[in-house]
């Protein structure tokens, strides 16, 4: 049964910083493409970033583009999401994703994490 595991996320100030992990398991981690989603409230869910399989191929939103930084450690079966120079519009509950293929259409899913920004 493959299960993704959020870190805890929080409540942090404009301009601060956080660092999300997602743990994985019941999967081969290597074999999968790993993503970042978040959906902020009365939206529709959206795609952050984006790794593939090896690491060495990055996808990210425009929005968060040279902020967020996306990255995994096959070895540990993790992927992490560094979130710089946040902004309340970057407020939303964050999930983990994982598919054999792409970054836009995931197979599963984290249960997903609060980031909230504040003024």
């Known amino acids: 049964q493959v299960q993704l595991v959020e870190s805890a996320g929080g409540l942090v100030q404009a301009g601060g910083s956080l660092k999300l992990s997602c743990a994985a398991s019941g999967l081969t981690f290597s074999n999968y493409v790993m993503g970042w989603f978040r959906q902020a409230p009365g939206k529709e869910r959206e795609f952050v970033a984006g790794?593939?399989?090896?690491?060495?191929?990055?996808n990210y939103a425009d929005s968060v583009k040279g902020r967020f930084t996306i990255s995994r450690d096959n070895a540990k079966n993790l992927v992490y999401l560094q979130m710089n120079s946040l902004k309340p519009e970057d407020t939303a509950v964050y999930y983990c994703?994982?598919?054999?293929?792409?970054?836009?259409?995931?197979?599963?899913w984290g249960q997903g994490t609060q980031v909230t920004v504040s003024e």
């Open positions: 994703a994982a598919d054999l293929k792409t970054f836009t259409t995931p197979h599963y």
């Open positions: 790794i593939a399989w090896r690491g060495g191929i990055t």
